[in-house]
């Protein structure tokens, strides 16, 4: 079969190609659900509609669960041999130089959103399978177990497409499963993650010669604040001390408003599964307010005490929520505080925790609301994603390992880990992310001017073909 599925590849190359275009035209992003069938508005069920109708064409059995995710299989057994993949896509953004939704052929590359994430892959998985399900069907061989390509509609978003897939609609995980949507060769760990929205009720201290009327920083819990900003009301003098102390600090601007004193501070962002690497702003303003002993003694001791004590939670590598820690296989929990907002007595703030992935998801969680309720916080919600952990002498990474390895020539590069979370969460610790970028590449999902070299996505139909046969045979 080896040579044959790779020959399969080289025959219908045009085909993998103008499908692969035609699926990218799709501006498959998520909008406002557009009734039954459309959960996550309309593109992004056309998107799964014209999937499945190319499967259904190339002679697969297909099932559409609501919009939410569907499938295409081949072949028979109890069990099965999966594939999953996203066909919905983040907005394009700003400062390409190619249309997004063109899916333009140039210089070697396909350009467009979702031509690496995840589009691409996808469906170069999907024409790898239709290699193996033509070959098998043409020299009467049969597979030991079923084939099925499982497309998933909400992946960039809030993942109701496995927790409806696997949930409601009633489907089976796969005996094994790989995911083409991270890195080759394999990424056989993923970090456990969760969010969690502490609050603290602060009544406004009016009688305070100086306090905090708001506070604001953050956009989104997987990222580290870039821009902070307070106003300060109070005393005219010592508002006006304040702006003195505060100016020449690095990082903080303060302007005189008609309200008050407005703080900001500028940091640098950062994704939330590496803290480190940004400069939290809202941790940079905390700091910069309660830093001044000498001039905010004035400011309300209720102010003072959530400021300083979220400064100090804040700490990215979890160590003051009491999880800090890390295991040979992941290395360190990383905590991000990406949104802090207080407004109207009441302070908030999110958390974005990846724990290592042979943590205890349940024992974690309980000692971060331990820590945290244990200074007068209440976790308003926590939202929870399992780590992923599979040996590396155990299935499916020996066998995916082996194929990318005979396929590439790369004999050395080690299998990965990461802190970011796939669909390979949603089967563990049956599947794992395999490919579709290859070591060295330049990351440019979820950028302007994202690309897929045309050479790469018919190499990975080939390695994609090679494990869907060499896991189901
Ligand atoms: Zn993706």
């Given at each position: 079969?080896?040579?044959?599925?790779?020959?399969?590849?080289?025959?219908?190359?045009?085909?993998?190609?103008?499908?692969?275009?035609?699926?990218?035209?799709?501006?498959?992003?998520?909008?406002?659900?557009?009734?039954?069938?459309?959960?996550?508005?309309?593109?992004?069920?056309?998107?799964?509609?014209?999937?499945?109708?190319?499967?259904?064409?190339?002679?697969?059995?297909?099932?559409?669960?609501?919009?939410?995710?569907?499938?295409?299989?081949?072949?028979?057994?109890?069990?099965?041999?999966?594939?999953?993949?996203?066909?919905?896509?983040?907005?394009?953004?700003?400062?390409?130089?190619?249309?997004?939704?063109?899916?333009?052929?140039?210089?070697?590359?396909?350009?467009?959103?979702?031509?690496?994430?995840?589009?691409?892959?996808?469906?170069?998985?999907?024409?790898?399978?239709?290699?193996?399900?033509?070959?098998?069907?043409?020299?009467?061989?049969?597979l030991s177990r079923r084939v099925r390509l499982i497309f998933?509609?909400?992946?960039?978003?809030?993942?109701?497409?496995?927790?409806?897939?696997?949930?409601?609609?009633?489907?089976?995980?796969?005996?094994?499963?790989?995911?083409?949507?991270?890195?080759?060769?394999?990424?056989?760990?993923?970090?456990?993650?969760?969010?969690?929205?502490?609050?603290?009720?602060?009544?406004?201290?009016?009688?305070?010669?100086?306090?905090?009327?708001?506070?604001?920083?953050?956009?989104?819990?997987?990222?580290?604040?870039?821009?902070?900003?307070?106003?300060?009301?109070?005393?005219?003098?010592?508002?006006?001390?304040?702006?003195?102390?505060?100016?020449?600090?690095?990082?903080?601007?303060?302007?005189?408003?008609?309200?008050?004193?407005?703080?900001?501070?500028?940091?640098?962002?950062?994704?939330?599964?590496?803290?480190?690497?940004?400069?939290?702003?809202?941790?940079?303003?905390?700091?910069?307010?309660?830093?001044?002993?000498?001039?905010?003694?004035?400011?309300?001791?209720?102010?003072?005490?959530?400021?300083?004590?979220?400064?100090?939670?804040?700490?990215?590598?979890?160590?003051?929520?009491?999880?800090?820690?890390?295991?040979?296989?992941?290395?360190?929990?990383?905590?991000?505080?990406?949104?802090?907002?207080?407004?109207?007595?009441?302070?908030?703030?999110?958390?974005?925790?990846?724990?290592?992935?042979?943590?205890?998801?349940?024992?974690?969680?309980?000692?971060?609301?331990?820590?945290?309720?244990?200074?007068?916080?209440?976790?308003?919600?926590?939202?929870?994603?399992?780590?992923?952990?599979?040996?590396?002498?155990?299935?499916?990474?020996?066998?995916?390992?082996?194929?990318?390895?005979?396929?590439?020539?790369?004999?050395?590069?080690?299998?990965?880990?990461?802190?970011?979370?796939?669909?390979?969460?949603?089967?563990?610790?049956?599947?794992?992310?395999?490919?579709?970028?290859?070591?060295?590449?330049?990351?440019?999902?979820?950028?302007?001017?994202?690309?897929?070299?045309?050479?790469?996505?018919?190499?990975?139909?080939?390695?994609?073909?090679?494990?869907?046969?060499?896991?189901?045979?």
């Amino acid at each position: 079969m080896k040579d044959k599925i790779s020959a399969w590849v080289d025959a219908h190359e045009s085909e993998i190609i103008a499908r692969t275009q035609a699926i990218l035209r799709l501006p498959s992003v998520k909008a406002p659900t557009a009734g039954s069938g459309a959960p996550f508005g309309t593109p992004i069920a056309e998107a799964l509609h014209q999937t499945l109708s190319l499967c259904g064409d190339l002679g697969m059995k297909t099932e559409n669960f609501g919009g939410y995710a569907g499938h295409a299989e081949f072949g028979t057994g109890s069990e099965i041999v999966g594939m999953l993949g996203h066909l919905d896509v983040v907005p394009p953004g700003e400062g390409w130089t190619h249309d997004p939704w063109g899916a333009e052929v140039s210089e070697g590359f396909i350009w467009g959103r979702g031509t690496s994430d995840d589009k691409g892959p996808t469906f170069a998985a999907l024409f790898g399978a239709k290699a193996v399900f033509d070959l098998c069907a043409a020299e009467g061989i049969p597979l030991s177990r079923r084939v099925r390509l499982i497309f998933g509609c909400d992946e960039e978003s809030g993942w109701e497409c496995m927790a409806h897939y696997f949930g409601p609609a009633g489907q089976p995980k796969p005996t094994l499963a790989f995911t083409p949507d991270a890195y080759f060769p394999l990424v056989y760990a993923e970090k456990g993650s969760f969010t969690a929205v502490g609050e603290k009720q602060v009544p406004e201290d009016r009688a305070a010669l100086l306090r905090v009327a708001w506070f604001e920083s953050g956009l989104r819990p997987n990222m580290v604040p870039r821009d902070a900003g307070a106003l300060l009301v109070g005393d005219s003098g010592l508002l006006e001390g304040a702006e003195h102390v505060l100016v020449p600090m690095s990082g903080i601007t303060a302007e005189r408003t008609a309200d008050g004193l407005l703080v900001r501070a500028l940091g640098k962002s950062a994704h939330g599964s590496t803290p480190g690497q940004g400069d939290n702003a809202a941790i940079k303003l905390m700091r910069a307010l309660t830093s001044q002993i000498s001039v905010f003694d004035d400011l309300s001791s209720a102010d003072s005490k959530w400021m300083t004590d979220l400064a100090l939670r804040g700490a990215p590598d979890g160590g003051e929520v009491g999880i800090g820690g890390s295991d040979e296989v992941t290395g360190a929990l990383t905590s991000n505080l990406g949104v802090v907002q207080y407004r109207e007595g009441v302070v908030r703030a999110t958390f974005n925790v990846r724990y290592p992935a042979t943590w205890d998801g349940d024992e974690t969680t309980g000692r971060f609301r331990a820590s945290v309720e244990k200074s007068g916080w209440t976790v308003a919600s926590l939202s929870h994603t399992p780590p992923l952990y599979v040996p590396q002498d155990q299935e499916p990474v020996k066998t995916l390992l082996r194929v990318y390895r005979e396929q590439t020539g790369d004999t050395t590069t080690a299998p990965l880990t990461m802190g970011g979370r796939t669909y390979a969460t949603s089967v563990a610790p049956v599947g794992v992310a395999f490919g579709a970028a290859m070591p060295g590449d330049e990351d440019c999902a979820h950028q302007a001017d994202e690309r897929f070299p045309v050479a790469r996505l018919l190499q990975c139909a080939k390695i994609y073909g090679h494990a869907l046969y060499e896991l189901a045979k």
